[in-house]
């Protein structure tokens, strides 16, 4: 149990880092460079779901097998769910669709 709780503190802190080291670079650029939803992914999602969306690291889904929409999917991004933190401050409603349509890629 104890360990559990250590994985998902390092887990947030990890993605508390990787949110703070480049959103900044992310919406400098964004006025100049098309929104990449696999670079989005590769920042911000990779970690916990892995390049293919396989990893399930610390209970993340598996991305492949997920039968959301569009639709879903951003607001699942949006809010978080479960030791998944919500994105809805981080990246802007073109970031977050950019980052769900890339996830109906991984197979």
């Given at each position: 149990?104890?360990?559990?709780?250590?994985?998902?503190?390092?887990?947030l802190l990890i993605v508390v880092w990787a949110c703070g080291s480049s959103s900044g670079e992310a919406n400098a650029n964004a006025s100049t460079n098309p929104v990449?939803?696999?670079?989005l992914y590769k920042t911000h999602c990779a970690i916990c779901h892995g390049n293919d969306g396989k990893k399930g690291f610390a209970g993340a889904k598996l991305l492949p097998e997920s039968t959301l929409g569009i639709d879903e999917r951003i607001a699942l991004i949006s809010r978080g769910k479960?030791?998944?933190?919500?994105?809805?401050?981080?990246?802007?409603?073109?970031?977050?669709?950019?980052v769900a349509e890339y996830t109906k890629t991984l197979k």
């Open positions: 149990m104890m360990a559990r709780s250590w994985v998902v503190i390092g887990v990449s939803g696999q670079a479960g030791v998944m933190m919500p994105f809805e401050d981080v990246l802007n409603q073109e970031e977050l669709k950019a």
